[in-house]
C-alpha cells in the first residue's frame, strides 16, 4: 500500500523525519533576451555544502517518498527566507508521487504557511530509469498543470530523456542536457541537433531551456539560435542557502552582445 493510502488521502500527514540532514543551494536561470535571472533551481546539498550524491546515496526506497516531500518543504523555506523574488524550480520523483492531488498537500501547506505564491513554482523530472507508468507521469503532469504549475522535462538529450517521451508526456519546458550544449558554437554537429530541437520546442509550443552553459561562446551562440534562457557555471555555481551574485551586468552585457549580433547578421 502507498504512502498516500495510509495518510487516507492527505500525504502531508505521514513525512517522518529523515536519518540524515540535508540543505539546498540554488542556481539561477537566465534569460538573456530580458538581461534578468527568471528562476533559481534548488539543488540539494549536505548541511555544510557536501555533494548532491553524498545525500542521494542515503536514500533508500523506503525513504523516497519522505525524501521527495522534504525537499520541497526544505526548497520553499529557504526560498522565502533568503528573499528570492523569482520562480522556483524543484526536482521531485516521480515514483515518489503516488497520488498527485494528495500528494502535493505538503507544498501547498509549506507555501501558505511562508507566503509563497503557488504560482511561482516549477517542478522538474528527470528519467533516470526507464519510465514503466508513462500514464501515471502524465497525469502529475496534468494534474500540476491544472493546480497552477509549471513543469519542466530535465536533461533532455541524454539518456532516457529522449525523443519517445514527448509522445506521451506535455511538459511545459524542456532543458537541453549539457552533452547538446558543451562546444555548440564551434561544433556543427551539436549545432544541427540543437537547431532540430528549438524547431521542436517552436512546434510543441514547449519553452527549451540550455543546461550546463560554461562559456560566453556557448551563452552568445545559443541566444542567437533564440534559447535565451540558460543555466550553468558560467553565470553562477549553486549558492548554498543563498541566490549567489548579482548577475545584471553580466547579463545586460551579453544582451548588448546578442542584440549587436543580430543586426550584423541583418546588414
Known amino acids: 500500500m502507498s504512502h498516500c493510502a495510509r495518510a487516507e488521502g492527505h500525504c502531508g500527514r505521514c513525512i517522518g523525519e529523515l536519518p540524515f540532514d540535508f540543505t539546498m543551494a540554488f542556481q539561477p536561470i537566465v534569460d538573456i533576451s530580458e538581461a534578468q535571472i527568471t528562476t533559481y533551481e534548488a539543488l540539494v546539498r549536505g548541511p555544510r555544502g557536501e555533494s548532491a550524491w553524498s545525500i542521494l546515496s542515503q536514500v533508500t526506497d523506503d525513504l523516497l517518498y519522505r525524501f521527495d516531500q522534504a525537499c520541497r518543504v526544505r526548497a520553499i523555506e529557504l526560498a522565502s527566507r533568503v528573499g528570492m523574488k523569482q520562480n522556483l524550480s ?7 508521487v503516488y497520488e498527485p492531488e494528495a500528494c ?17 513554482l516549477v517542478f522538474e523530472f528527470t528519467e533516470t530509469e526507464r519510465v514503466t507508468d508513462r500514464h501515471h507521469l ?13 513543469t519542466a ?4 538529450g541524454n539518456g532516457y530523456a529522449n ?14 542536457d549539457r552533452e547538446l550544449v558543451m562546444g555548440c558554437h564551434h561544433d ?15 512546434e510543441l509550443g514547449v519553452l527549451l531551456i540550455a543546461e550546463g552553459v560554461e562559456t560566453r561562446g556557448e ?13 550553468g ?15 545584471r551586468p553580466m547579463l545586460a552585457r551579453l544582451r548588448a552582445a546578442t542584440d549587436a549580433n543580430s543586426l550584423n547578421q541583418v546588414n
Open 219 to 231: 551563452a552568445l551562440w545559443l541566444a542567437g539560435m533564440g534559447i535565451t534562457r540558460q543555466q
Open 104 to 120: 502535493i498537500q505538503a507544498t501547498l501547506d509549506v507555501c501558505h504557511r511562508v507566503g509563497w505564491p503557488t504560482d511561482r
Open 163 to 176: 525523443l519517445d517521451l514527448l509522445t506521451d508526456l506535455k511538459p511545459d519546458r524542456l532543458k537541453i
Open 138 to 150: 502524465n497525469r502529475i503532469i496534468e494534474s500540476y498543470r491544472s493546480m497552477g504549475f509549471a
Open 188 to 202: 556543427i554537429r551539436r549545432q544541427a541537433l540543437i537547431r532540430a530541437v528549438k524547431g521542436l520546442g517552436d
Open 153 to 156: 522535462l530535465d536533461d533532455f
Open 90 to 96: 524543484i526536482n521531485f520523483l516521480p515514483n515518489a
Open 233 to 247: 557555471y558560467y553565470y553562477a555555481r549553486p549558492a548554498l542557502e543563498s541566490l549567489g551574485p548579482d548577475l
